[in-house]
């Protein structure tokens, strides 16, 4: 039967170079018929030998066909696939290759082999070579990476013991399964105080009775011991006190080999005398922190891997929970308001990787409720059961928060109130004074003419008296108006807003009509509660503001509406005039400022608008686009039905 280049297992040879073709030929010898070719590939892909078949071609070697053990060997390795070159796959093994094209051509014979430890990492790789066919040649590989490894690992294995067994601190005795004594390291006779003699005695019992006699409880010392090898399997780790007050740590497991049998015990002695005195002087000194950390009036908190590891009762009350289960585990950034996240993100980042302190700082936290406190935090790195973590010291100052603002408020109200006190006592030493010269004078020139008997010119003296008396009577109300603007006089009542504005509107109908000003007053107005008369005075004041500022403006107008925004319903009155400049805008509102001295005024009116609506529990803005643009006041008041007000 002749084999097919690109067809099914040759029968003429078999995987294992040196056996099937020798029975072949034997069948051939003896006239029985060939090995079939369904027996040979059952024995082929069978056979626990990893066995690859290469095909020649003019390119080189492909592989055709591997079975069961060489697929188990290479797992499914790229190289190795079906139809794989062998310059590709042994590109990394020019003797694998150079043994291959040789074992092809007949220069060596399938007996060399070779041993390769690179082309299957990490395994020892014993290969062999037989050629079936003047097309084929079979490559049979076995692991023999346990044979070299498995002495070298002993020799290994047993160095590296006896370095540990005379290196260890600890005193080590390994005893066989009946309790004899195989070895022991120097460590077992310091830390027991054995002679040497002693100690190297093949007589284990004279050692025995030493250490016995070194106890505190030589009985229960020997009693234990002998528990352990009557019950072989067993392990123990206790303590033994010695008569001189030294604590030795006794830790003892059973050697148990590869199927399960016991061929001996290791015993192991430490002295841990200073180990359980910091033990115990840990644990008072724990006790002592637990007390005071317990009993402090701080909150105090520890965080381990950004997360809440202890709380204090302190810190429990400040997050709003009567137990630290609440919040234990939970990330510490989720009692953090986001505006002051990004800040704690960078301080966990300075105790975490920097293991720096952090200064107090204040911080909007999250109480379990949901609602927001103000708190002042601090923290150091500390270590916590074993772990990197930070101590964190928190106090609620939401009180004293609220205490600071209202104060700085206080304090930015009473320089407001302080500023506009010179520009009143200004205005008193210099508006007041001046009627008061010009009364002063018109009267001596009346004095004058009453005795040169010129009466047309006694009663224009008069007509000025008159004018000047008229002018200082203004201003006198005017600052007497303003005295009361910030106080309601009338208790609040539901207002048409509508009406209110029609109604100032009325009062200035003839400087409207003089100027030709249109007036819109549009339509869904709302009803507000507040002082009528008070709020009359605004709108009069807003309206008239509107036609004393509208400059040269050809075709005037002004708005009186409202709109819905973030600040809820908003009034405004709007106009198209001569505007506001940018640098302007801040000062709108500032007793006895005027921005256009042309215009008459005494640069009061929008100051008490401005305390009309405060008093109310409103505010009010101006906006203006700049010079020639026109302006819109705005304001905010309390809506009618406000805590069951209005109708």
Request: hydrophobic residues 40%; charged residues 25%; negative net charge.
């Amino acid at each position: 039967m002749n084999y097919e280049p690109a067809g099914s297992l040759p029968q003429d040879d078999a995987l294992n170079p040196g056996n099937t073709r020798h029975e072949n030929e034997r069948a051939k010898t003896s006239g029985a018929a060939p090995m079939d070719e369904l027996l040979f590939r059952t024995l082929f892909l069978a056979s626990p030998l990893a066995t690859f078949i290469w095909q020649h071609r003019d390119s080189g070697f492909s592989l055709a066909e591997m079975n069961r053990a060489a697929e188990a060997l290479v797992r499914g390795q790229s190289p190795f696939m079906k139809g794989a070159n062998a310059s590709v796959t042994f590109a990394g093994e020019p003797d694998v290759l150079d043994y291959l094209n040789r074992c092809f051509s007949g220069e060596t014979g399938p007996d060399t082999g070779l041993v390769t430890e690179t082309l299957i990492p990490g395994r020892a790789i014993h290969v062999t070579a037989s050629r079936l066919s003047p097309y084929h040649i079979a490559l049979s590989m076995q692991d023999i990476s346990e044979w070299t490894w498995t002495e070298e690992a002993l020799r290994h294995k047993t160095a590296l013991f006896e370095a540990q067994l005379h290196s260890s601190t600890e005193g080590i005795i390994v005893s066989d399964a009946t309790g004899k004594k195989i070895l022991q390291n120097g460590r077992v006779a310091e830390i027991w105080k054995i002679p040497k003699d002693t100690a190297r005695d093949p007589d284990d019992a004279l050692q025995i009775r030493h250490m016995m006699g070194m106890t505190r409880d030589p009985e229960r010392f020997a009693a234990h011991a002998r528990h352990l090898f009557s019950h072989p399997y067993e392990t123990c780790n206790d303590m033994v006190e010695l008569v001189d007050g030294t604590i030795i740590a006794r830790d003892s497991a059973p050697v148990i080999g590869k199927y399960g049998k016991n061929y001996g015990r290791i015993w192991k002695f430490r002295d841990i005398t200073e180990q359980r005195k910091a033990e115990l002087a840990l644990k008072e000194s724990e006790e002592k922190f637990r007390r005071v950390v317990e009993s402090a009036p701080a909150g105090i908190f520890i965080v381990i891997d950004d997360r809440f590891a202890y709380l204090n009762p302190a810190a429990c009350r400040l997050f709003g929970t009567e137990t630290a289960g609440p919040l234990e585990g939970t990330p510490v950034i989720d009692r953090i308001h986001p505006d002051c996240q990004g800040i704690l993100a960078d301080r966990l980042r300075i105790l975490n990787e920097e293991r720096q302190p952090i200064a107090v700082c204040g911080e909007k936290v999250f109480r379990v409720d949901g609602t927001v406190i103000i708190a002042e935090v601090s923290a150091v790195p500390i270590v916590f059961r074993g772990r990197d973590g930070a101590l964190f010291f928190i106090t609620d100052i939401t009180e004293r928060k609220q205490a600071e603002d209202q104060r700085e408020a206080l304090i930015s109200e009473l320089a407001r109130k302080n500023a506009e006190l010179d520009r009143f006592t200004y205005t008193v030493s210099h508006d007041l004074k001046s009627p008061l010269l010009a009364l002063r004078a018109f009267l001596s020139l009346l004095e004058e003419d009453i005795r040169a008997g010129d009466i047309a010119t006694v009663n224009t003296d008069i007509e000025r008296i008159g004018k000047t008396a008229e002018k200082l009577e203004d201003l006198i109300n005017n600052l007497l108006l303003l005295s009361r603007s910030g106080r309601i006089v009338d208790s609040p009542i539901p207002v048409s807003f509508k009406d209110l504005a029609a109604e100032a509107a009325a009062l200035l109908d003839t400087t409207y009509n003089k100027r030709r000003v249109k007036l819109t007053i549009q339509e869904g107005l709302p009803v507000v509660m507040g002082d009528r008369v008070r709020l009359l005075q605004v709108m009069t004041n807003l309206l008239d503001n509107a036609v004393k500022y509208m400059g040269d403006q050809q075709v005037p107008r002004v708005v009186v509406g409202s709109r819905k925004d973030e600040a809820g319903l908003v009034l405004y009155v709007q106009d198209n005039g001569e505007g506001i400049t940018e640098e302007n805008l801040k000062k709108v509102f500032d007793l006895y400022e005027r921005l256009n001295p042309e215009v008459p005024g005494t640069g009061i009116g929008l100051a008490t608008v401005k305390r009309i609506i405060e008093a109310h529990g409103g505010k009010i803005w101006v906006k203006s686009e700049g010079k020639g643009k026109g302006a819109t006041f705005f304001f905010v008041l309390p809506p009618a039905g406000k805590n069951g007000a209005g109708p």
